[in-house]
């Protein structure tokens, strides 16, 4: 298996910028989770589907961020102004069924300038 | 509520054992976590425990549990440059659709 990937492994952008980082899940898996993590807040979780529908979003710092999971091997998330603050690396993850093993992505790092 | 706490650093001589340390929150939780990040990765799980057992042993790795305290760790033996890393604990909070993460306990290993 591939494992979760995610795309782009890198991205620097200009603060104001629209911002999308992808994830494609293990297949089969039904539990997919977007985590932040930087120093100063360690790993934070955003927000986590399930089946592809928005179970929690309650870690979404505000409303520029935004994910979608339109099918079960592809999820978004948007985060539109960016700003300097959101710099960070963003970790997908995926599970068969919560509270098994969670698989992380490598992660997308995030510099906003 | 939910909160999961470990100590920010730890450093050791090549050949000692490590300790890492966690509090936990949540009594109910089924599972306790390890996961271990390497610079520039992701986490991958290094090892779990299941709540009913007190200790689990996987080559040189070694968790305790202590759920009166609500107390996991995690020890390394004969720690090696390699285990160099970040290391999180985790667990599921109660309805078994989130896992907490720690601050994760970063491990320097001195050659």
């Known amino acids: 298996d591939a494992g979760v990937i995610q795309s782009p492994r890198h991205e620097v952008t200009e603060m104001g910028q629209e911002v999308t980082l992808r994830c494609k899940p293990i297949s089969g898996h039904d539990y997919l989770f977007w985590y932040r993590q930087t120093m100063m807040r360690g790993l934070e979780l955003l927000i986590y589907f399930n089946n592809n529908v928005p179970i929690d979003d309650s870690g979404m710092p505000e409303d520029r961020f935004s994910a979608k999971m339109p099918n079960a091997s592809f999820s978004t998330l948007k985060i539109q102004p960016s700003e300097p603050r959101d710099s960070a690396v963003y970790f997908c993850a995926s599970d068969l069924r919560s509270g098994n093993t969670i698989y992380f992505g490598e992660g997308s790092w995030l510099t906003v300038v | 509520g939910e909160d999961v706490e470990q100590s920010l650093f730890l450093s050791v001589r090549e050949g000692d054992s490590s300790v890492i340390n966690c509090t936990y929150t949540?009594?109910?939780?089924?599972?306790l976590y390890w996961y271990k990040q390497e610079p520039g990765a992701g986490l991958q799980l290094l090892t779990y425990i299941f709540s009913n057992m007190d200790m689990k042993q996987d080559q040189r790795l070694t968790v305790l549990l202590n759920k009166k305290d609500k107390h996991l760790s995690l020890r390394i033996a004969d720690t090696q440059t390699g285990d160099s890393a970040i290391y999180f604990c985790a667990e599921i909070v109660t309805g078994g659709f989130k896992t907490i993460f720690g601050a994760g306990t970063r491990l320097f290993v001195k050659a």
């Open positions: 949540d009594s109910s939780s089924t599972y």
